[in-house]
């Protein structure tokens, strides 16, 4: 999972050798293409879903046992 900033550093020196501009034919669309691509490959995109649906699974739970005591409080 390392290689996405490693990239962005390069990217980002590329840049300022080039006068803080970035060439012609590496447009901004270009570079967002190509680390899609390069994370579709490190299957990063995968590891990112999964954290992302673990976390919505944890916001549901936090909210399930809030509502359950909340409830409880309310009724005793």
Known sequence: MQRL???QLQRRQAG???GG???EGMKLSTIQ???E???KQSGMTK???TLH???KLLVQDLT???KKVSISSFLL
Do not use: A, S
């Open 5 to 7: 900033p490693q990239l």
């Open 16 to 18: 300022r050798v080039n």
């Open 21 to 23: 501009r970035v060439d």
């Open 33 to 35: 293409k190509t680390t």
């Open 37 to 39: 691509e390069e994370c």
């Open 47 to 49: 590891e990112l879903q």
């Open 53 to 55: 649906n673990l976390l």
């Open 64 to 66: 399930t046992r809030v």
